[in-house]
């Protein structure tokens, strides 16, 4: 699959091949924050089919990309494009429902401005979703991979933003009761749209991969480097084939129909997660 051009760059009248605002300047966002006018303490990034985790925001108000000043637009089935502010657990939170992806012609720059954002609505702590194909053997469609840590193909960040932060989780997750479908594993994230080749995803699983997406990997970089703490995690949406005989290229619709499949268990997940923020972070 080929990269888009410019005429598939359009929706709702947006023409990003005409967007000359790549560039975020600290008042350009200051000036979104002013609009948005709200203090936040937990946000949360929805990954493909993944927008119902936004039904777990209660007393919540939408807010469209569209009618955001100087905001992207997400151009991806599955992303809503809407900001959801409200609270989860009496945390209050900030909901992307819809992200922004270097493959949708956007700058990562562009892809990354809602984190930056986040953090001068105030937010401390980063939750970060996607939907990913499982590279790893042991991982079967519907399983939940918290990221431990990551590959950053497209970068190759020195600094790791996910070294260490997932203890709480990982004794969360036994607390629920869900640990015969989570694990710990590397994700990485490759530039997109097209999915892997049978080499490419070969040559990964040699250097460790376990999941593989088109996005969170420069979302939680920048996170970290707001000095926000990040937990992420990918639902397995596929199983990723090496073999080139039995090779089953993955569809978007079967990425929503897992997501959706998932919806419960996915809210249960994040709501333990916000709440558990909320009740350690005044001990930090």
Known sequence: MS??????????????????????????????REFLA???????????????MGEAVRNSVCIEYKDIPSFPISTVQGHK?????????????????????????????????????????GVTHLIASNAAGGLNPSYKVGDIMLQKDHLNIMGFSGNNPLRGPNDGVTNLVRQLGME?????GVYTCMGGPNYETVAELRALKVLGVDAVGMSTVHEVTTAKHCGMKCFAFSLITNICSIDYENGEE????????????????????????????????NNE
């Open 38 to 52: 709200e203090r936040i303490h937990v946000g949360i990034i929805c990954g493909s089919g993944l927008g119902s």
């Open 81 to 121: 494009g809407r900001l959801i502010f409200g609270y989860v657990s009496d945390v209050p939170v900030m909901c992307m429902q819809g992200r922004f992806h270097y493959y949708e012609g956007y700058p990562l720059s562009k892809c990354v401005m809602p984190v930056r954002l986040m953090k001068l609505l």
């Open 180 to 184: 015969d479908d989570v694990h710990e």
């Open 250 to 281: 993955a569809t978007c619709e079967e990425v929503l129909d897992v997501g959706k499949s998932k919806e419960t268990i996915l809210k249960v997940l994040v709501e333990n997660v916000v709440k558990f923020i909320g009740e350690h972070s």
């Open 3 to 32: 990269a888009y051009s410019c005429n598939n760059n359009k929706s709702n009248g947006y023409d990003m091949c005409e967007d000359t605002e790549n560039e975020y300047t600290y008042e350009k966002l200051m000036k979104i």
